[in-house]
Structures are given as structure tokens and as C-alpha cells.
């Protein structure tokens, strides 16, 4: 997919994404600790599955489940040298599974380890997410995703990485607190002038709260956008069952509806994180669908 395709594509209205992928893999059965990247590759189905109904509800761009398929995340399984190998057998996984049916997004996130929160350097990371990004581009993605990022910096370090290796789309979302600023400094608003300025084809948040919290944040943003705006936010804030379990505060229909505020704020390309399910999705669809022709 080209930038231009990319563009055509924000221009004819709201896109649906998807909705959670590894609060779906828990409920599915996978333990907390392990790779998840590894047991998505031992469950195939369980992956397909979620990412079919995800099709069937109205997403239009499917995140592949490479989130943590870079060289230092794998690293903590003793993974690190798999890492085109995983990301290839994921993206063709996603493949296999839903055709041509939706866009496949290559999904990256943050290490979380850039300095001075960690130890690597703003050159460490370009070559982690050169490694990771070529091997997308490779397996077939249509386009990127750098998600749940923390802080402006490292979402930087994954668009030069992007622009070095391939000419793919690339959307941008960070983690944001409800007043709209990133868990590692800076505002929302900074974040949208900044990252559109270095060639992100979209940028918004995810993650983070409710959408029930975050009208203000997106309003924001657009003001300052000029390029489509992103949010996927979670299905309100969990709580924590006595089985250990996250149960999140909003139902399929209250989300919708928050989520319709938020594109009447300005987010153009929507979706659920954590807590969402393909019901999510279907709710949200369903809203969008009755809004009067030209909204």
C-alpha cells in the first residue's frame, strides 16, 4: 500500500480497526509470562479466529500480532535471532487466515528502554526497528503500526527506521493520560505536530482509558492534525476480579456511543484496545452506520 493509497483510503470516511488482541489470547488461555508471539505461532487458530469475526464486525485494517516481535523484547525468551523468522510466520498467519479480506497492519510498540528511561540509544533502537520493520515489509504487510508507544522519541526512532528501509504507510498512536499527556513527557497535541511533520500517515492514542475520557484530548489533536486521527482506546478502566482477571467497565453499546463522540471530536480512524471484542466492533460499526449520509 502506498502513502497515496493510504490517503485515498482516510478520505472516504471513517476506517474501523480492529479491537484487542491480547486480552482475547488470555481469555483464550494463554498464561500470563510467556511470549505471546510464540504461543500465537502454537495456537494458530485461536489467532484466525479472533481476527475473522474482527472481519466479519467491519474492521477494515487488522493488527498483526508482531506487538512484541522485536530483537530486545524477544530477547527475554532467548528469541532474539528468530526475530524475521517470527514475524514472516506471524504476518503469514494473518494471511492465511483473513485473505485479502482486510488490511494487515505490522504491528511494533515501545521498549519501553530508551534513554534515559533505559539503556538503549536513539541509534539501538533504529536498528531494532530496521530489523523488525524490513521484516514486515517483507512478509507482505500492507502497512505499519506503531502502537502504545510512550513517549515522542522512540515513536521518532520507528519512523526513521520506517523511511530507511521501506515506503509503507505508517500510523502512530500513543499511550496518553485522560489530560493528554504521554507517560514519557510531552502533550498530545506536540505529539500530532511532531510525528505528522516526520512523514506519520496518521497519528491519535490507544490504549490509555475509556473512550468516555478522552473527547477533549481528541478535540485537541485535530485542531492541530493534518493528517487523520487515531483512537483506540480500552473498553473504560479495568478492574481486577478475584480470580486475578481484568474486567473492563464499558459494555459493547456504551462504547459505541462514546466512540461515536469521539469522531464527532475529530478521530477519523477508530478502533478498541484492551477489553474490546469483535461485539465491540460490530457496536461500533452498527453506530456509523446510521449517521445521516456525509458525516
Not at 488461555?29 to 510464540?38: D, F, I, L, M, S
Amino acid at each position: 500500500m502506498t502513502r497515496d493509497a493510504f490517503a485515498q483510503l482516510a478520505a472516504q470516511g471513517v476506517i474501523l480497526l480492529d479491537g484487542a488482541t491480547g486480552s482475547n489470547l488470555m481469555t483464550a488461555g494463554k498464561p500470563r509470562g510467556v511470549c505471546t508471539e510464540q504461543w500465537v505461532l502454537d495456537h494458530p487458530l485461536v489467532l484466525q479466529d479472533l481476527q475473522r469475526a474482527y472481519v466479519t464486525a467491519g474492521s477494515q485494517i487488522i493488527y498483526a500480532p508482531t506487538f512484541g516481535a522485536n530483537r530486545y523484547s524477544l530477547s527475554a525468551f532467548s528469541l532474539e535471532h528468530q526475530t524475521r523468522e517470527i514475524n514472516r510466520r506471524l504476518v503469514a498467519l494473518c494471511r492465511e487466515g483473513i485473505g485479502h479480506t482486510a488490511l494487515i497492519a505490522g504491528d511494533l510498540t515501545t521498549t519501553g528502554k530508551m534513554q534515559p528511561q533505559g539503556d538503549l540509544t536513539y541509534e539501538d533502537l533504529l536498528d531494532i526497528y530496521k530489523e523488525q520493520i524490513e521484516s514486515l515489509a517483507e512478509a507482505g504487510v500492507d502497512l505499519l503500526v506503531a502502537e502504545t508507544m510512550l513517549g515522542v522519541n522512540e515513536t521518532m526512532a520507528a519512523l526513521d527506521a520506517a523511511s530507511a528501509v521501506c515506503d509503507l504507510p505508517m500510523m502512530c498512536s500513543l499511550t496518553l493520560e485522560a489530560d493528554g499527556t504521554a507517560l514519557f513527557g510531552g502533550s498530545a497535541e506536540e505529539a500530532v505536530i511532531t510525528l505528522q511533520e516526520m512523514g506519520a500517515c496518521a497519528v491519535g492514542l490507544n490504549c490509555s482509558v475509556g473512550p468516555d475520557q478522552l473527547k477533549s484530548v481528541v478535540r485537541g489533536m485535530k485542531k492541530v492534525a493534518q493528517v487523520p486521527v487515531i483512537a483506540k482506546p480500552n473498553a473504560g478502566m479495568p478492574v481486577i476480579s478475584e480470580t486475578g482477571q481484568a474486567v473492563y467497565s464499558m459494555d459493547a453499546s456504551h462504547f459505541a456511543a462514546a466512540m461515536l463522540e469521539l469522531v464527532e471530536a475529530g478521530a477519523s480512524i477508530i478502533g478498541g484496545c484492551c477489553g474490546t471484542t469483535p461485539d465491540y466492533i460490530r457496536a461500533v460499526k452498527a453506530l456509523l452506520d446510521q449517521r445521516p449520509a456525509g458525516q
